[in-house]
């Protein structure tokens, strides 16, 4: 059974750093893309990031580039999100995310062309 377990959440002051985690299990990231997604109270969900693992294609929103930064670890089976330069703008519940039949990284991001998601971890930037 295919399964995303996000962890990394937590709260960090404005300027500050986090790094998110997404656990698969049950397949190999190897034939998938992975993406992740935030939704804020009240707003759509946003993604975020997104990258194809077998060829390492990468797409950022606009309001993340240059802070952001999405990368794997084959032998653990994990996509991370590393988060800099973080504003109170980022607070969100973060969800990963993975589509096998994607058409692009960008459009995956732009169309939530999404299978499977994970259960969501929480990032707050307040001071």
């Known amino acids: 059974q295919l399964q995303l377990v996000e962890s990394g959440g937590g709260l960090v002051q404005p300027g500050g750093s986090l790094r998110l985690s997404c656990e698969a299990s049950g397949f190999s990231l190897d034939d998938f893309a992975i993406g992740w997604f935030r939704q804020a109270p009240g707003k759509e969900h946003e993604g975020v990031s997104c990258m194809s693992v077998s060829d390492g294609n990468t797409y950022y929103a606009d309001s993340v580039k240059g802070r952001f930064a999405i990368f794997r670890d084959n032998a653990k089976n994990t996509v991370y999100l590393q988060m800099n330069s973080l504003k109170p703008e980022d607070t969100a519940v973060y969800y990963c995310?993975?589509?096998?039949?994607?058409?692009?990284?960008?459009?995956?991001?732009?169309?939530?062309?999404?299978?499977?998601w994970g259960q969501g971890t929480q990032v707050t930037v307040s001071s």
């Open positions: 995310a993975a589509d096998a039949a994607y058409t692009s990284v960008q459009n995956m991001c732009l169309y939530r062309e999404v299978d499977s």
